[in-house]
Protein backbone atom coordinates (compact mmCIF):
# COMPACT_ATOMS: atom_id res chain seq x y z
CA UNK A 1 0.00 0.00 0.00
CA UNK A 2 2.88 2.12 -0.02
CA UNK A 3 2.21 4.65 -3.08
CA UNK A 4 4.16 7.60 -4.23
CA UNK A 5 2.35 11.24 -3.11
CA UNK A 6 1.84 12.96 -6.30
CA UNK A 7 0.69 17.20 -6.11
CA UNK A 8 -2.95 16.18 -6.18
CA UNK A 9 -2.69 13.49 -2.86
CA UNK A 10 -0.01 16.53 -0.86
CA UNK A 11 -3.45 19.29 -1.28
CA UNK A 12 -5.73 16.26 0.48
CA UNK A 13 -3.06 15.93 3.06
CA UNK A 14 -2.75 19.21 4.00
CA UNK A 15 -6.66 19.52 4.33
CA UNK A 16 -6.20 16.44 6.38
CA UNK A 17 -3.63 17.75 8.78
CA UNK A 18 -4.64 17.28 12.11
CA UNK A 19 -7.86 15.65 10.97
CA UNK A 20 -8.48 12.69 13.71
CA UNK A 21 -10.71 9.62 13.27
CA UNK A 22 -11.32 8.84 16.56
CA UNK A 23 -7.51 8.75 18.41
CA UNK A 24 -6.22 8.05 15.62
CA UNK A 25 -4.20 11.02 12.68
CA UNK A 26 -5.07 10.67 9.76
CA UNK A 27 -1.90 10.65 7.27
CA UNK A 28 -3.45 10.30 3.53
CA UNK A 29 -5.95 8.53 1.68
CA UNK A 30 -3.98 5.44 0.04
CA UNK A 31 -7.57 3.61 -1.64
CA UNK A 32 -11.30 4.32 -2.46
CA UNK A 33 -14.12 2.44 -3.23
CA UNK A 34 -17.60 2.92 -4.05
CA UNK A 35 -18.84 3.33 -0.70
CA UNK A 36 -16.07 3.76 1.17
CA UNK A 37 -11.95 5.30 1.82
CA UNK A 38 -9.04 3.48 3.20
CA UNK A 39 -6.66 5.79 5.15
CA UNK A 40 -3.24 5.57 6.23
CA UNK A 41 -3.19 6.89 9.78
CA UNK A 42 -1.06 7.34 12.67
CA UNK A 43 -2.13 5.71 16.53
CA UNK A 44 -0.14 8.20 19.00
CA UNK A 45 -0.72 5.97 21.58
CA UNK A 46 1.41 3.22 20.40
CA UNK A 47 3.10 4.99 17.74
CA UNK A 48 2.26 2.86 15.02
CA UNK A 49 0.89 3.23 11.45
CA UNK A 50 -2.94 1.64 10.63
CA UNK A 51 -5.41 1.61 7.97
CA UNK A 52 -8.32 3.03 8.74
CA UNK A 53 -11.82 1.75 6.72
CA UNK A 54 -14.86 4.31 6.72
CA UNK A 55 -17.66 4.64 4.74
CA UNK A 56 -18.91 6.91 2.60
CA UNK A 57 -22.66 6.50 4.17
CA UNK A 58 -24.09 7.29 7.07
CA UNK A 59 -25.80 4.93 9.03
CA UNK A 60 -29.82 5.30 8.87
CA UNK A 61 -29.51 7.81 6.01
CA UNK A 62 -29.94 6.86 2.74
CA UNK A 63 -27.44 7.08 0.21
CA UNK A 64 -30.09 8.09 -2.49
CA UNK A 65 -33.49 7.64 -3.25
CA UNK A 66 -35.07 4.45 -3.48
CA UNK A 67 -31.58 2.99 -1.67
CA UNK A 68 -33.47 2.78 1.84
CA UNK A 69 -31.05 -0.43 2.94
CA UNK A 70 -27.89 0.57 1.41
CA UNK A 71 -26.46 1.85 4.81
CA UNK A 72 -27.57 -0.79 6.84
CA UNK A 73 -26.20 -3.49 4.37
CA UNK A 74 -22.61 -1.77 4.00
CA UNK A 75 -22.76 -1.55 8.25
CA UNK A 76 -23.70 -5.22 7.91
CA UNK A 77 -20.51 -6.29 6.31
CA UNK A 78 -17.91 -3.87 7.92
CA UNK A 79 -19.33 -5.50 10.99
CA UNK A 80 -18.95 -8.61 9.58
CA UNK A 81 -15.29 -8.02 8.63
CA UNK A 82 -14.51 -7.32 11.74
CA UNK A 83 -15.69 -9.83 13.45
CA UNK A 84 -14.14 -11.87 11.05
CA UNK A 85 -10.70 -10.67 11.27
CA UNK A 86 -11.20 -11.12 15.00
CA UNK A 87 -11.62 -14.57 15.31
CA UNK A 88 -8.71 -15.22 13.00
CA UNK A 89 -5.21 -14.73 14.48
CA UNK A 90 -2.79 -15.78 11.15
CA UNK A 91 0.18 -14.65 9.50
CA UNK A 92 -1.59 -13.96 6.04
CA UNK A 93 -4.58 -12.34 7.19
CA UNK A 94 -4.66 -8.70 8.37
CA UNK A 95 -5.23 -8.10 12.15
CA UNK A 96 -7.98 -5.91 13.07
CA UNK A 97 -7.29 -3.01 16.12
CA UNK A 98 -11.03 -1.32 16.58
CA UNK A 99 -14.11 -0.97 15.24
CA UNK A 100 -15.71 2.03 15.68
CA UNK A 101 -18.27 5.33 14.65
CA UNK A 102 -17.64 8.71 13.70
CA UNK A 103 -20.03 11.19 12.99
CA UNK A 104 -21.93 8.41 11.84
CA UNK A 105 -19.25 6.62 9.82
CA UNK A 106 -18.64 3.27 11.03
CA UNK A 107 -14.65 2.53 10.72
CA UNK A 108 -12.62 -0.30 10.85
CA UNK A 109 -8.80 0.19 12.10
CA UNK A 110 -7.14 -2.64 10.82
CA UNK A 111 -3.08 -3.41 10.22
CA UNK A 112 -1.15 -1.30 7.76
CA UNK A 113 0.29 -3.62 5.33
CA UNK A 114 3.54 -2.16 2.68
CA UNK A 115 3.34 -3.69 -0.48
CA UNK A 116 1.03 -3.56 -3.60
CA UNK A 117 -2.13 -5.70 -4.56
CA UNK A 118 -1.02 -9.11 -6.81
CA UNK A 119 -3.09 -7.75 -9.67
CA UNK A 120 -0.82 -5.45 -10.14
CA UNK A 121 1.84 -8.08 -10.58
CA UNK A 122 -0.58 -10.04 -12.89
CA UNK A 123 -1.28 -7.58 -15.01
CA UNK A 124 2.28 -7.70 -16.34
CA UNK A 125 2.12 -11.43 -17.04
CA UNK A 126 2.25 -14.85 -15.45
CA UNK A 127 4.39 -15.56 -12.80
CA UNK A 128 7.05 -18.52 -12.55
CA UNK A 129 6.24 -21.52 -10.77
CA UNK A 130 7.93 -21.82 -7.99
CA UNK A 131 6.69 -18.37 -6.76
CA UNK A 132 3.10 -19.01 -8.19
CA UNK A 133 3.46 -22.19 -5.58
CA UNK A 134 5.17 -20.00 -2.70
CA UNK A 135 1.96 -17.76 -3.12
CA UNK A 136 -0.57 -20.23 -3.55
CA UNK A 137 1.32 -21.74 0.12
CA UNK A 138 -0.04 -18.66 2.11
CA UNK A 139 -3.06 -17.73 0.52
CA UNK A 140 -4.04 -21.62 0.76
CA UNK A 141 -3.08 -21.64 4.49
CA UNK A 142 -5.42 -18.22 5.22
CA UNK A 143 -8.41 -20.19 3.05
CA UNK A 144 -7.99 -23.55 5.25
CA UNK A 145 -7.49 -21.16 8.60
CA UNK A 146 -11.01 -19.53 7.73
CA UNK A 147 -12.52 -22.76 6.61
CA UNK A 148 -11.73 -24.22 10.21
CA UNK A 149 -13.42 -21.50 11.70
CA UNK A 150 -16.37 -21.57 10.00
CA UNK A 151 -16.09 -18.59 8.14
CA UNK A 152 -16.29 -17.98 4.27
CA UNK A 153 -14.27 -15.70 2.54
CA UNK A 154 -16.54 -15.30 -0.43
CA UNK A 155 -14.03 -12.52 -2.10
CA UNK A 156 -11.13 -13.85 -2.97
CA UNK A 157 -9.09 -12.30 -6.29
CA UNK A 158 -5.80 -11.31 -6.87
CA UNK A 159 -7.11 -7.62 -5.77
CA UNK A 160 -7.45 -8.92 -2.48
CA UNK A 161 -4.43 -10.24 -1.86
CA UNK A 162 -1.69 -8.21 -0.77
CA UNK A 163 2.01 -8.87 -1.84
CA UNK A 164 4.14 -7.37 0.67
CA UNK A 165 8.14 -5.80 0.30
CA UNK A 166 9.17 -9.22 2.61
CA UNK A 167 7.59 -11.60 0.31
CA UNK A 168 4.74 -12.48 2.44
CA UNK A 169 1.23 -12.52 1.34
CA UNK A 170 -2.04 -11.72 2.92
CA UNK A 171 -5.55 -12.11 2.21
CA UNK A 172 -7.73 -8.93 2.91
CA UNK A 173 -11.20 -7.56 2.39
CA UNK A 174 -13.13 -9.96 4.40
CA UNK A 175 -16.70 -7.50 3.73
CA UNK A 176 -18.31 -10.48 2.61
CA UNK A 177 -17.50 -13.16 4.59
CA UNK A 178 -19.88 -15.31 6.25
CA UNK A 179 -19.80 -16.94 9.57
CA UNK A 180 -22.33 -19.63 10.97
CA UNK A 181 -25.22 -18.27 12.02
CA UNK A 182 -24.96 -14.80 9.39
CA UNK A 183 -28.12 -13.44 8.41
CA UNK A 184 -28.73 -12.84 4.93
CA UNK A 185 -27.92 -8.95 3.99
CA UNK A 186 -27.78 -8.50 0.54
CA UNK A 187 -29.15 -5.34 -1.93
CA UNK A 188 -32.27 -6.65 -3.71
CA UNK A 189 -31.81 -8.53 -6.95
CA UNK A 190 -27.62 -7.86 -6.27
CA UNK A 191 -24.66 -10.37 -6.91
CA UNK A 192 -21.55 -8.99 -5.43
CA UNK A 193 -18.16 -10.17 -6.68
CA UNK A 194 -16.01 -10.46 -9.46
CA UNK A 195 -17.75 -13.18 -11.70
CA UNK A 196 -14.86 -15.07 -13.17
CA UNK A 197 -14.17 -15.75 -9.54
CA UNK A 198 -17.41 -16.95 -8.49
CA UNK A 199 -18.16 -20.30 -8.77
CA UNK A 200 -21.03 -21.73 -11.05
CA UNK A 201 -23.02 -22.49 -7.99
CA UNK A 202 -22.87 -19.00 -6.72
CA UNK A 203 -23.74 -17.37 -10.19
CA UNK A 204 -27.30 -19.95 -10.22
CA UNK A 205 -27.92 -18.12 -6.65
CA UNK A 206 -27.24 -21.68 -4.64
CA UNK A 207 -25.34 -21.14 -1.35
CA UNK A 208 -21.57 -20.76 -1.05
CA UNK A 209 -19.47 -23.25 0.47
CA UNK A 210 -16.20 -24.03 1.31
CA UNK A 211 -15.80 -25.18 -2.30
CA UNK A 212 -16.84 -22.40 -3.65
CA UNK A 213 -13.74 -20.44 -2.08
CA UNK A 214 -11.37 -23.05 -3.68
CA UNK A 215 -12.98 -22.61 -7.10
CA UNK A 216 -11.66 -18.54 -6.23
CA UNK A 217 -8.44 -20.10 -5.41
CA UNK A 218 -8.34 -22.25 -8.71
CA UNK A 219 -9.40 -18.89 -10.78
CA UNK A 220 -5.83 -17.12 -9.01
CA UNK A 221 -3.82 -20.22 -9.73
CA UNK A 222 -4.60 -20.30 -13.02
CA UNK A 223 -3.78 -16.44 -13.71
CA UNK A 224 -0.72 -16.52 -11.86
CA UNK A 225 0.59 -19.85 -14.34
CA UNK A 226 -1.51 -18.61 -17.29
CA UNK A 227 -1.30 -14.72 -16.80
CA UNK A 228 -4.69 -14.24 -17.82
CA UNK A 229 -7.69 -15.32 -16.48
CA UNK A 230 -9.62 -18.62 -17.35
CA UNK A 231 -12.96 -16.61 -17.80
CA UNK A 232 -13.32 -13.65 -19.99
CA UNK A 233 -16.66 -11.68 -21.24
CA UNK A 234 -17.53 -8.29 -22.36
CA UNK A 235 -19.40 -7.94 -19.36
CA UNK A 236 -20.71 -9.24 -16.16
CA UNK A 237 -23.18 -11.83 -18.11
CA UNK A 238 -20.96 -12.99 -20.56
CA UNK A 239 -18.32 -13.74 -18.36
CA UNK A 240 -21.09 -16.01 -15.97
CA UNK A 241 -21.69 -17.70 -18.98
CA UNK A 242 -18.38 -18.51 -19.65
CA UNK A 243 -18.04 -19.75 -15.85
CA UNK A 244 -21.49 -21.92 -15.99
CA UNK A 245 -20.79 -23.37 -19.71
CA UNK A 246 -17.67 -23.11 -20.96
CA UNK A 247 -14.20 -24.44 -20.38
CA UNK A 248 -10.88 -22.75 -19.44
CA UNK A 249 -8.10 -22.83 -22.34
CA UNK A 250 -5.38 -24.97 -21.48
CA UNK A 251 -2.18 -23.39 -21.00
CA UNK A 252 0.40 -24.66 -23.35
CA UNK A 253 3.38 -24.70 -21.76
CA UNK A 254 2.33 -26.01 -18.78
CA UNK A 255 3.10 -29.79 -18.39
CA UNK A 256 -0.16 -32.21 -18.20
CA UNK A 257 0.11 -33.06 -14.61
CA UNK A 258 -0.28 -29.08 -13.66
CA UNK A 259 -3.01 -28.84 -15.99
CA UNK A 260 -4.16 -31.24 -14.17
CA UNK A 261 -4.30 -29.75 -10.76
CA UNK A 262 -5.92 -26.91 -12.67
CA UNK A 263 -8.61 -29.02 -14.24
CA UNK A 264 -9.75 -30.67 -10.23
CA UNK A 265 -9.58 -27.28 -9.03
CA UNK A 266 -12.22 -25.58 -11.74
CA UNK A 267 -14.80 -28.41 -11.64
CA UNK A 268 -17.97 -27.18 -12.46
CA UNK A 269 -18.98 -29.88 -9.48
CA UNK A 270 -17.74 -28.41 -5.74
CA UNK A 271 -18.18 -32.37 -5.36
CA UNK A 272 -15.08 -32.91 -7.64
CA UNK A 273 -12.87 -30.10 -6.24
CA UNK A 274 -9.95 -30.29 -3.67
CA UNK A 275 -11.80 -30.83 0.06
CA UNK A 276 -9.33 -27.94 1.31
CA UNK A 277 -7.26 -25.68 -0.23
CA UNK A 278 -3.95 -27.50 1.15
CA UNK A 279 -4.97 -29.84 -0.43
CA UNK A 280 -4.27 -27.90 -4.06
CA UNK A 281 -1.06 -26.86 -3.04
CA UNK A 282 0.13 -31.00 -2.31
CA UNK A 283 -0.91 -31.66 -5.87
CA UNK A 284 0.77 -28.68 -7.57
CA UNK A 285 4.22 -29.30 -5.40
CA UNK A 286 4.01 -32.82 -6.70
CA UNK A 287 3.14 -31.79 -10.24
CA UNK A 288 5.89 -28.85 -10.51
CA UNK A 289 8.35 -31.20 -9.18
CA UNK A 290 8.06 -33.97 -11.14
CA UNK A 291 7.63 -31.88 -14.70
CA UNK A 292 10.48 -30.04 -16.66
CA UNK A 293 11.03 -26.27 -15.46
CA UNK A 294 8.20 -24.51 -16.47
CA UNK A 295 8.99 -20.96 -17.85
CA UNK A 296 6.02 -18.79 -18.01
CA UNK A 297 5.24 -17.36 -21.48
CA UNK A 298 3.38 -14.05 -22.47
CA UNK A 299 -0.55 -14.27 -22.61
CA UNK A 300 -0.41 -13.11 -26.16
CA UNK A 301 1.76 -15.91 -27.31
CA UNK A 302 -0.25 -18.03 -27.07
CA UNK A 303 -3.84 -17.62 -26.09
CA UNK A 304 -6.16 -16.57 -29.07
CA UNK A 305 -3.27 -17.47 -31.72
CA UNK A 306 -5.14 -20.65 -33.57
CA UNK A 307 -8.20 -18.19 -33.88
CA UNK A 308 -5.99 -15.53 -35.07
CA UNK A 309 -4.37 -18.17 -37.41
CA UNK A 310 -7.88 -19.59 -38.86
CA UNK A 311 -8.88 -15.97 -39.49
CA UNK A 312 -5.98 -15.45 -41.77
CA UNK A 313 -6.37 -18.73 -43.25
CA UNK A 314 -9.75 -17.86 -44.03
CA UNK A 315 -9.26 -14.08 -45.12
CA UNK A 316 -5.88 -14.64 -47.33
CA UNK A 317 -6.05 -18.23 -49.17
CA UNK A 318 -9.32 -16.55 -50.81
CA UNK A 319 -7.13 -13.16 -51.89
CA UNK A 320 -4.57 -15.41 -53.55
CA UNK A 321 -7.17 -17.36 -55.24
CA UNK A 322 -8.95 -14.04 -56.35
CA UNK A 323 -5.23 -12.69 -57.98
CA UNK A 324 -4.11 -16.16 -59.36
CA UNK A 325 -7.77 -16.10 -61.40
CA UNK A 326 -7.69 -12.59 -62.10
CA UNK A 327 -3.96 -12.28 -63.73
CA UNK A 328 -5.07 -15.68 -65.87
CA UNK A 329 -7.83 -13.56 -67.09
CA UNK A 330 -6.05 -10.50 -67.67
CA UNK A 331 -2.82 -12.75 -69.35
CA UNK A 332 -5.83 -14.65 -71.55
CA UNK A 333 -7.62 -11.20 -72.59
CA UNK A 334 -3.85 -9.79 -73.57
CA UNK A 335 -3.25 -12.86 -75.43
CA UNK A 336 -6.56 -12.39 -77.19
CA UNK A 337 -6.05 -8.54 -78.02
CA UNK A 338 -2.35 -9.87 -78.99
CA UNK A 339 -3.84 -12.11 -81.52
CA UNK A 340 -6.00 -10.17 -83.12
CA UNK A 341 -3.89 -6.72 -83.72
CA UNK A 342 -0.86 -8.67 -84.50
CA UNK A 343 -2.18 -12.07 -86.54
CA UNK A 344 1.55 -12.99 -87.13
CA UNK A 345 2.84 -13.63 -84.00
CA UNK A 346 4.57 -16.70 -82.87
CA UNK A 347 3.48 -18.57 -80.21
CA UNK A 348 7.27 -17.02 -78.15
CA UNK A 349 5.28 -13.96 -78.12
CA UNK A 350 1.64 -15.42 -76.07
CA UNK A 351 4.22 -17.55 -74.16
CA UNK A 352 6.09 -13.83 -72.48
CA UNK A 353 2.46 -12.69 -71.92
CA UNK A 354 1.43 -15.56 -69.86
CA UNK A 355 5.09 -16.03 -68.25
CA UNK A 356 4.79 -13.23 -65.68
CA UNK A 357 1.16 -14.81 -64.02
CA UNK A 358 2.47 -18.84 -64.21
CA UNK A 359 4.34 -19.03 -60.54
CA UNK A 360 0.94 -18.11 -59.13
CA UNK A 361 0.23 -21.80 -60.73
CA UNK A 362 2.27 -23.78 -58.74
CA UNK A 363 3.70 -21.68 -55.87
CA UNK A 364 0.30 -21.10 -53.75
CA UNK A 365 2.12 -21.03 -49.88
CA UNK A 366 0.76 -19.99 -46.77
CA UNK A 367 2.69 -20.23 -43.42
CA UNK A 368 0.29 -19.85 -40.71
CA UNK A 369 3.10 -18.89 -37.90
CA UNK A 370 4.73 -16.36 -40.41
CA UNK A 371 3.73 -13.13 -39.20
Known amino acids: MAQNVDETEYRTIERLAYRKISDYVLVRPIGRGTHYTLYQAVDPRLGRMVVIKTLHVAVGKPAAEGDTNLARVLEARLQREA???????????PEIYEMGEQDGHPFLVMEYLVGHPLRQHLDQGAL????????LEQVASAVDAAHAQGILHRDIRASNIMRLHDGRVKLVEFGLARQPGDATVTLMGSLVGEPAYMAPEQLRNQPASPQSDLWAVGVLLYEMLAGRSPFEGANFQMTAHQVIMGQPAPVPHLPPAVQAVLSQALEKDPAKRYSQAEDMVDALRKAVAGSPPIRPRPAAAFLGAPVRAAREIDIRVPILLAVLALSIVVGLFTAHLSSRTAPTASAATLHTVILPHRPFTHKIQFNPSAR
Open 128 to 135: PAAEAVRI
Open 83 to 93: HALSALSHPNI
